[in-house]
């Protein structure tokens, strides 16, 4: 249905705000999960190397470093001497969450919710496995990203929601700043979207795209600057980090077009398993999701058993329930706000009841 359109409330100052917390989501998480899941524990000594990029606690670890095995997903975890987490790599998966410095990600404009975290989401040049810590491509990269203040996920995420500052590379190109979802819904259909969906990476860039399969996105010029929510997804894991992407939901190899193809791909690894798209297939649990996970949604039934939206797991805010981030037509754009329901994924609210699956890519 056709509407009037809304303007998006700006968030001043948001970007994020570096602040001291006690500890990250992982550090929570894994204290809970370790004691049943431990498979191995084995001492490595200390993991050679310069302190990379950054500077951070992790780099001044001088004592000894272990590495420990859990299950459900098979995952290796990397301790400090002092016993903290330093960092969680996933068999199969090439994200991997690393502890680094304190920072908080709010938009007071749209939600009270603060999510206050240590976790920084880096993608690797390779796909985990257990044994990888012993290999060339993995030291040489923890090196280089273990204190890294480089942007992460997380905050390439941000810098598409209300408010965010323009940013632009060598050639004038505008690659980052607020976000639409997509242009207003002219047919005016009863029952209809507000806005259209189908804004990906390269409407926002305003620039054709050659994808690896020969085939090229070309934009549209009333998409300009918009991402609907899988296209925010490619945005922030595909162009702006590196990961594959398919020119499609069928050709090419890495992340599919849509949210339905990303849950059905073989990409990365089912972390809550698709059984069905019926408020019956609603996961029983969600202590298995940590953060940069997607998230996936049955949110209209039109789609009927397509799943229709997709986000990323940002962690626990101060109120202590999961937060995701996602673009979403109500906001009309990027947002972990409650316009159009909360973005919380615990409890009985409106994304809470329509999740359906999660993967770890």
């Not at 705000?17 to 500890?23: E, W």
């Not at 410095?101 to 040049?125: C, H, I, Q």
């Not at 390779?126 to 273990?146: H, L, M, N, R, V």
């Not at 819904?185 to 050659?210: K, M």
Request: net charge neutral; with cysteine.
């Amino acid at each position: 249905m056709a509407g009037k359109k809304k303007s998006r409330p700006v968030v001043s100052g948001l970007a994020v705000l570096a602040l001291v917390a006690t500890s990250g989501y992982l550090t929570l998480e894994l204290r809970k999960q370790e004691a049943p899941g431990v498979t191995e524990v084995r001492n490595i000594g200390v993991l050679e190397g310069g302190k990379g990029k950054g500077s951070g606690s992790a780099s001044d670890d001088k004592g000894e470093a272990q590495w420990a095995r859990l299950e459900n997903p098979g995952r290796s975890v990397l301790r400090g001497s002092d016993g903290q987490i330093r960092a969680v790599f996933t068999d199969g998966a090439r994200l991997a969450t690393l502890t680094g410095s304190a920072r908080t990600f709010a938009e007071p404009a749209s939600t009270s919710s603060k999510v206050s975290t240590t976790d920084w989401v880096r993608l690797m040049p390779e796909s985990w496995k257990k044994g990888a810590e012993k290999e060339k491509w993995f030291t040489d990269w923890y090196t280089e990203y273990k204190d890294s203040k480089e942007d992460d996920l997380f905050a390439i995420a941000f810098q598409y929601v209300a408010g965010a500052p323009q940013k632009k590379d060598k050639q004038g190109t505008v690659y980052a700043g607020d976000a639409n979802f997509g242009p207003l819904n002219t047919a005016g259909a009863e029952g209809g979207d507000l806005r259209l969906e189908q804004s990906d990476f390269y409407d926002y860039l305003g620039l054709p795209y050659p994808f690896r399969d020969g085939q090229t996105g070309t934009p549209e010029t009333l998409r300009a600057k918009s991402l609907d929510c899988s296209g925010f997804i490619r945005m922030v894991l595909g162009y702006r980090t590196r990961y594959p992407l398919m020119s499609s939901d069928t050709s090419g190899d890495g992340l599919p077009r849509t949210a339905n193809g990303m849950a059905r791909s073989d990409e990365g690894v089912d972390v809550l398993p698709l059984s069905g798209v019926g408020a019956a297939a609603r996961p029983s649990s969600i202590d298995q999701l940590q953060p940069g996970d997607l998230v996936f949604f049955k949110l209209d039934a039109r789609t009927k058993d397509r799943l229709d939206h997709v986000g990323m797991v940002l962690g626990y805010d101060t109120g202590g329930h999961l937060i995701f981030v996602s673009s979403r037509e109500e906001v009309n754009g990027p947002t972990i706000g409650d316009v159009g329901g909360v973005s919380r994924l615990d409890g009985n609210g409106y994304y809470a009841k329509t999740l359906r699956s999660a993967k770890r890519l």
